[in-house]
């Protein structure tokens, strides 16, 4: 019996892929911004107008879904302005340098790594430090837990992990149960995930273009 839905992975970077779940909600997450001239006939898409025919006033505070702050953003028309979440800044960065572990992720933004990738699209002076995440960090954590997990209930172990997280720590699990079935004989071959595998192709794809 065939899948009705096959899960397709999010892109890498700042790269989305529109056929991707996640990052389709991704896309729907929002970011503070500003108004830097008017936007006619959008007050009812974001919130504050009741007529569809309402604009946004120069200099109104917005809050702008991911998808369409992208669309608006020309950084020689100067249409809005967009402000990092203060889950990126400066105050929660040096939380995450002392001790990224003990940072629920989940809470915080269950796209966390993928959102943060994409505000690397808007000019701010604090890219470079935003592209230095917790990542490498809590690795090596994610990869110990899934490898030491086995036939156990994880959901505490992974209810902190942003979606990113929570699919390596399923690729590991993945990668141990199949390798314990090996061992009992239960199985004729380990073989690479779909994460690996997918990864490899589009790495290929890159060399021959």
């Given at each position: 019996?065939?899948?009705?839905?096959?899960?397709?992975?999010?892109?890498?970077?700042?790269?989305?892929?529109?056929?991707?779940?996640?990052?389709?909600?991704?896309?729907?997450?929002?970011?503070?911004?500003?108004?830097?001239?008017?936007?006619?006939?959008?007050?009812?898409?974001?919130?504050?107008?009741?007529?569809?025919?309402?604009?946004?006033?120069?200099?109104?505070?917005?809050?702008?879904?991911?998808?369409?702050?992208?669309?608006?953003?020309?950084?020689?028309?100067?249409?809005?302005?967009?402000?990092?979440?203060?889950?990126?800044?400066?105050?929660?960065?040096?939380?995450?340098?002392?001790?990224?572990?003990?940072?629920?992720?989940?809470?915080?933004?269950?796209?966390?790594?993928?959102?943060?990738?994409?505000?690397?699209?808007?000019?701010?002076?604090?890219?470079?430090?935003?592209?230095?995440?917790?990542?490498?960090?809590?690795?090596?954590?994610?990869?110990?837990?899934?490898?030491?997990?086995?036939?156990?209930?994880?959901?505490?172990?992974?209810a902190r992990l942003d979606e990113?997280?929570?699919?390596?720590?399923?690729?590991?699990?993945?990668?141990?149960?199949?390798?314990?079935?090996?061992?009992?004989?239960?199985?004729?071959?380990?073989?690479?995930?779909?994460?690996?595998?997918?990864?490899?192709?589009?790495?290929?794809?890159?060399?021959?273009?």
């Amino acid at each position: 019996m065939s899948e009705a839905y096959f899960p397709v992975g999010p892109g890498l970077g700042m790269e989305e892929n529109f056929l991707s779940l996640d990052d389709i909600l991704m896309s729907q997450e929002k970011l503070p911004g500003r108004a830097e001239s008017a936007l006619p006939r959008l007050a009812v898409l974001l919130g504050q107008g009741a007529g569809s025919a309402e604009s946004i006033p120069e200099g109104s505070k917005l809050e702008i879904p991911l998808w369409l702050a992208k669309g608006l953003h020309d950084s020689k028309r100067r249409i809005i302005s967009v402000e990092l979440p203060k889950i990126y800044k400066e105050a929660w960065r040096t939380v995450f340098s002392a001790d990224a572990n003990v940072v629920d992720l989940h809470k915080m933004g269950p796209y966390y790594y993928g959102f943060g990738s994409q505000l690397l699209n808007f000019e701010n002076p604090e890219n470079a430090e935003i592209a230095q995440t917790t990542f490498i960090a809590r690795f090596r954590r994610i990869m110990d837990s899934s490898q030491n997990a086995y036939n156990e209930d994880t959901s505490a172990l992974v209810a902190r992990l942003d979606e990113l997280e929570r699919a390596l720590f399923q690729v590991g699990q993945k990668g141990l149960n199949d390798f314990q079935c090996w061992e009992k004989g239960q199985a004729s071959q380990i073989t690479a995930s779909s994460l690996v595998q997918n990864y490899g192709k589009r790495k290929l794809t890159e060399v021959d273009g």
